[in-house]
């Protein structure tokens, strides 16, 4: 079925006309020989039966007058029918009359015998037996056969030539529809002639097909269509991002100049300010070396009445000095020319170097100078010369900020976040801040407000320099402060900055020391009573 | 069922009687050889036919006549008891001589009668009447059907012309088997 399924439609009905052509024709000869074998068995009985009829009528006589020789006579004339092999006549106790049997008659294939009764006067007088031979059947069946066979061999080959010939009928139509459909996909040419065909099954397709096309062109143009209207709005849009695009890079280049003018501005103000450094410092170190001198020459004059002038233009030249160095590092950072120079330094020592620096200003506001100094800080790899401006700026904003009370350092080395780091805490019992007063400590020129300024003297600008400073070494400063209680300001730094990690871990930490928050507390509830370093 | 079965026995005994093959001139001499000449008169009137006129009345009956010394007895009623012909009733009539015949349909004329065989002629006449006889040369003397015994079985001889001049139409089957048949007037 698998070959039959591959065959083309031609052959497909080709086949099917044959197989239909030769069912029909098997059935007809094989109904038709079992027809014939019938009808010939029926006339073989019917001819026999008449034979026996003939046969009896003409024996009677001889029966009842007992004339077996005319009986024999009579059996004898079967002679002239082929058929018969054999007849008898039984008389009714079964004793044979007469009787006769073919000379010629060999064994055949099958013999039919029938019996017929001899009637005399209404009574049955003896029974005639006739035996015939089926060989005549066998002999009309191969000649049968022969003749069906070269029936059928024409019947075939002529319903071979018609079925070739009228399969065209309908494969022709199904071919023509198949040639024009592959032409069509082809060359892809939808607009082909209409094919004309009747208004059967194949009219149908064709039809169907005519359709298809029709609706193919339609969509085509539709998508021609829609392909061009795509374009015109391709293109217009396209006109419109150009027209966006140039505008964008006109602002751009606006920006670009507008930056190139506001970088130049800050390289500018920059340069001034580099190049005023040394013109600012200049007069200041002439003054404060005058005053200076004038100090000594008045005291060793003992001119008491010039003494106090000579300090307050000496503080204020000095005063001038912090201001204008912490502007310019100010700047410096700004404009990022600020550098860290790293180096190995032992922490004890810079730490009593500044401690004793600000022991003046300490004193200043009678405030005791408290160090803490937890474990052997040993060596770090630091800037020495930031590290000890952060803690002179911590240190003194806290002796300003405090009187009468007690300003406390404490350092240590911890070991958090796998690192280590050092830690400095500086913890006073001044007039602390609020929350709202933390959040604008470390931006520049703020102090807490502007009438401390005038009150506590300083730039402002000493923790925020302070706090860049200890960034730009990986740490930072937190700070921690209850109004009217003290303030706790705490600088972190690695041990050996230059590794990656800042400190920005340790933000919004609670205080790195309980121990000298406790302090705090008790320094604020006990009596604010000096205590020795 | 006695009545068809003694034909039916007489019919069978025809058959075996010659097949036991007994020799020709003893045959006739059995104890059966009238018993089968009686079934023969029967089968013999079943192959003649008759004219119209024969018979009287529809359901008039076929008579059988035996003229002079009856050789039968018995037997011929014994044989034909109950039998009929085409339907019609067998009646047996006997007559002591030729002058005594009346009308019958077959007539079997013993040997007895043999000199005055043209008497029982005259008393026939016209009519339709069978003969049959015993006697020798029975079909040169005018007679039609004559016994002729033969080496293993009952013969007869035939006079066709006899018959034809009596009316009487005699079936080829019969004729076939008769031994000889006269065809010329006497």
Redesign the interface.
Known sequence: MRAFRNFSIQRKLTWLMMVIGCATLSLAVVSFSVYEVLMFQRAQVRALSTQAQIIAA?S?????????G?AAETLSALAAEPSIVSAAIY???G?L?ASYRRKDAGASAGSVTLSYPVM??G?R?ATISLQASRAALAVRLVSYTAILAVIAAASILIALALSSALQKLISAPILRLAHVMSEVSAEHNYSIPAIAHGEDEIGLLIGHFHKLLAQIRERDEALRQAHDELEQRVLDRTSELQLEIAQHEQTQAHLLFAKKEADEANRAKSEFLANMSHELRTPLNAIIGYSEMLHEVATDRHDIEYIPDLERICMAGRHQLTLINDVLDLAKIEAGRMRVSLENFAVEPVVQEVASSVQSLALKNHNLLNMKIDGPLGNVHLDATKVKQCLWNLLGNACKFTENGVVTLAVARRKEQSREWIVFEVVDTGIGMSAGQMQKLFRAFSQVDSSSTRKHGGSGLGLMISRRFSRMMGGDIQVYSEPGKGSSFTLTLPVNAGAEESAQGFENNQPVFQESMAALSDHVSKSPLPQAI | MFK?GR??AV??L??????AALPADRAPRTAGEYELKA??LY?FA??VTWPSDAFARPDAPFVIGVVGADPFGPTLEQVLNG?RWNGRPIVIERFSRPQDIRAVHLLYISESEKRRWPEVQAATGPASVLTVSDMRDFCALGGMIEFIPEHN??G?NMNIAAASRARLTV?S??L??ATAVSRAEP
Request: proline share 0%.
């Open positions: 003409n009677t006589a001889a029966l009842v007058f007992g004339d077996t005319s008389s009714t106790d004793k009359f005399f006067a009574k007088i | 068809v034909l039916a019919l069978s025809t058959l075996s009687f010659f097949a079934a023969f089968n079943n192959f039998q079985r009952l007869f079936s089957k019969l076939k088997l």
